[in-house]
């Protein structure tokens, strides 16, 4: 079946830091996958996505490449800043499951001044 | 990105009555909204997926006489929590499907049942 795996956190790092969260993915199709972000009190946001291999995602400084070839889709960030402090979740969808989305467990960033 | 709006964003009931939940596609029309369970500090427990016009499809574990489910417009669903009991306190996120399989959320409803 399809399943998300993400590193457990919390994450804590420091203002400027290079950030990176993993996350590795199964899939029995050819799925979309996301990243989410949960900022304190505040319900999800989507951050970012990519439909097929290769696909680079992007926003707001963050970025995440769809790997096929090692089931990967790793966020990452050149410079964090404490605003950026949330709960990061990836994700997949898949066409041939109705779009249903499978979440990972979430990965909580820390990012002190 | 799309709007998703819910109400209430909190509600209180006692033990053994009922609460409805909204969800608001603002923007676009939703065929298709999902309904998520959230505990403190946990993921997201998908409970059910709501097409317009048709009966929700629950998963497993899901009680579908317990969750009532209605989506009756492209623009609006509802999650109604019959007969509430304390085990049934959560936060609950409605989201809308977007054409790529990207979900838009709603900013969630904590429901406490005292």
């Known amino acids: 079946g399809n399943s998300v795996t993400q590193m457990e956190g919390p994450v804590t790092l420091s203002e400027e830091a290079f950030l990176t969260i993993n996350c590795t993915y199964t899939a029995t199709g050819y799925p979309s996958l996301f990243w989410y972000v949960q900022y304190p009190g505040e319900g999800l946001q989507l951050l970012l996505k990519a439909t097929k291999a290769d696909d680079k995602g992007s926003n707001k400084g963050f970025e995440a490449t769809y790997r096929k070839e090692t089931t990967s889709f790793h966020l990452e960030k050149g410079s964090v800043q404490v605003s950026d402090s949330a709960v990061y979740f990836c994700a997949l969808s898949d066409p041939g499951w109705g779009f249903k989305t499978i979440f990972g467990a979430g990965t909580r960033l820390f990012v002190k001044a | 990105g799309a709007v998703v709006s819910q109400h209430p964003s909190w509600v209180i009931c006692k033990s053994g009555t009922s609460v409805k939940i909204e969800c608001r596609s603002l923007?676009?029309?939703?065929?298709?909204m999902f309904w998520y369970r959230q505990f403190p500090k946990q993921s997201l427990m998908l409970m059910a997926t709501s097409n317009e016009g048709s009966k929700a499809t629950y998963e497993q574990g899901v009680e579908k006489d317990k969750f009532l489910i209605n989506h009756a417009s492209l623009t609006l669903s509802t999650l109604t929590v019959t007969s509430a009991h304390p085990e049934d306190s959560s936060f609950y996120i409605c989201s809308a499907g977007g054409a790529s399989g990207e979900q838009y959320f709603g900013p969630g409803t904590r429901l406490t049942v005292t």
């Open positions: 923007d676009f029309q939703a065929t298709t």
